[in-house]
């Protein structure tokens, strides 16, 4: 097996190029430099589940003393600041609150679920007082619609002559019958048609809804030199377009599955990748599997272990006895559960801003808004010790030293064996780490600004491939 490198993602602009579908009949994939971005409209769904977001500024001198018990989040018409009239109202607590003492900074935020459907319309996001006093200014406006509402993570094409795209969702509406369909650049002509529809289940518990689709025509697949391209989407009652006119025209939607942005004809865009040549253009450490195929995967090889280690100054305490500890690069698994995991921790150091999500799964008590550095590394621990029963162990690299200080809040998860990732609850030292183990394997480290502290948590599973691509390019 080849070796994975998470840090190819990447992307180059691309080069599109005609290719023939159909007598006299011209379609082609497209480059993202096509994409006319004022075309398409974001939408919030008005069904029950949905997730909303509310965000609102404190003032950092004033936000410690601030009592914001009974205040509430609201979705209210536009025109109608008011409590009497908002469409649904969320509780808010001194938990929502958070404030950063290192950028002066204070926020109230809360991310809460629709509890039934509301009506569809456009709705402002807005804040009230205990006493039902608008705070926090205007707010933003969003069109809400009667749609659940979909976004398709990534799609892929195989060698195995199908496309495959997927999408995260819990909302039983989503089933074969509301499959997606890919267009070229015409918006017109369908260049995928359905083949087979199945579910899995994330690393995070979340259904996964994951389409098969005939690729009608290889050729018209225009791909850059990143053997990647962009097309057009229709999801829905199979190749019908999304109604989003409701509010102006008076037109009823119909409840099924749409697009959480999209232009007036009910299309939105998306990227497609020729998953197995930008494996081997990279040598990455990949068999390429979809969720419909059977069999195990096959594990990757472990390379030779030569690279150079070092012992750390502070020995590791295991019961009464103290034991050297050895840090040393991360290299090959022996397993491809493991080497799925150690992808996603790297993914995370190398990608800050993506990494806060992670985060907040695996140490929800952390509360973690931000992440500021990290780096990982692998631990060893003198030969024929046993520390099932946990062992002390203060780490450190160059990376810690220059970045890590007494006081900062560190969030550290390690790869066991079988893949699973597991939260370490840790404190950080002047230039260096401190945590218990009761095994050891590669382990990331991560700087992080949170409001929480720390506290144990279940281990999560292993991330499968297809969670590993989520992570990978989004």
């Not at 926020?107 to 319309?121: A, C, F, N, Q």
């Not at 994330?202 to 389409?211: D, I, N, P």
């Not at 008076?250 to 865009?269: K, Q, R």
């Not at 998860?413 to 945590?435: F, M, Q, R, S």
């Amino acid at each position: 097996m080849k070796k994975i490198s998470a840090f190819l993602a990447s992307l180059l602009l691309f080069t599109a190029i005609a290719m023939s579908f159909g007598p006299a009949k011209t379609v082609q994939a497209f480059p993202s430099s096509e994409i006319d971005y004022s075309e398409y409209d974001w939408y919030e769904s008005a069904k029950a589940g949905t997730q909303i977001y509310f965000r609102m500024s404190l003032d950092y001198d004033l936000a410690s003393t601030v009592d914001v018990t009974g205040w509430k989040a609201a979705l209210c018409p536009p025109n109608s600041v008011s409590l009497a009239d908002a469409a649904v109202t969320f509780d808010i607590s001194n938990d929502d609150k958070y404030i950063n003492d290192e950028y002066k900074f204070a926020r109230v935020s809360l991310s809460p679920t629709l509890p039934t459907d509301i009506k569809e319309g456009n709705y402002t996001q807005l804040f009230f007082d205990a006493a039902g006093n608008p705070v926090g200014g205007s707010g933003t406006t969003s069109t809400y619609i009667n749609k659940t509402l979909l976004y398709f993570d990534c799609a892929l094409m195989n060698d195995d002559g199908y496309a495959y795209a997927y999408v995260y969702s819990e909302n039983p509406a989503i089933n074969a019958s509301t499959y997606p369909t890919f267009y070229g650049a015409d918006k017109k002509t369908p260049i995928t048609s359905f083949d087979d529809y199945t579910t899995t289940v994330s690393e995070f518990g979340k259904t996964v809804h994951h389409y098969r689709l005939n690729i009608l025509d290889k050729s018209q697949f225009a791909m850059s030199e990143e053997y990647l391209t962009y097309l057009y989407v229709k999801a829905g009652t199979p190749n019908v377009a999304i109604s989003v006119s409701g509010n102006d025209a008076g037109a009823v939607n119909d409840g099924g599955i749409g697009l959480n942005t999209s232009d007036a004809e009910g299309f939105s865009y998306i990227y497609v990748r020729d998953l197995n040549a930008y494996v081997e253009k990279y040598d990455l450490d990949w068999e390429v599997k979809s969720p419909f195929d059977d069999g195990d995967p096959v594990e990757a090889e472990p390379e030779e272990d030569d690279e150079e280690q070092y012992k750390i100054d502070t020995p590791a305490v295991v019961g009464d006895k103290e034991v050297s500890v050895y840090v040393k690069e991360i290299k090959g698994a022996n397993s491809s559960e493991e080497q799925h995991a150690i992808n996603n921790l790297v993914y995370w150091v190398e990608h800050l801003s993506d990494a806060v999500g992670a985060m907040n799964q695996y140490a929800p008590s952390m509360k973690v808004s931000k992440v500021l550095a990290a780096g990982s590394l692998d631990l060893a621990i003198e030969g024929g010790v046993d520390i099932s029963k946990g062992a002390k162990i203060t780490f450190t690299d160059a990376n810690i030293a220059a970045q890590v200080k007494a006081g900062d809040k560190v969030v550290v998860l390690h790869v066991k064996h079988d893949g699973t990732i597991e939260y370490v609850p840790a404190v950080a030292g002047d230039g260096n780490i401190t945590a218990t183990f009761t095994s050891l394997s590669p382990i990331a480290w991560y700087k992080v600004e949170a409001n929480g502290s720390s506290g144990a948590v279940s281990p999560k599973t292993g991330v499968s491939f297809w969670d590993y691509l989520k992570e990978l390019f989004f």
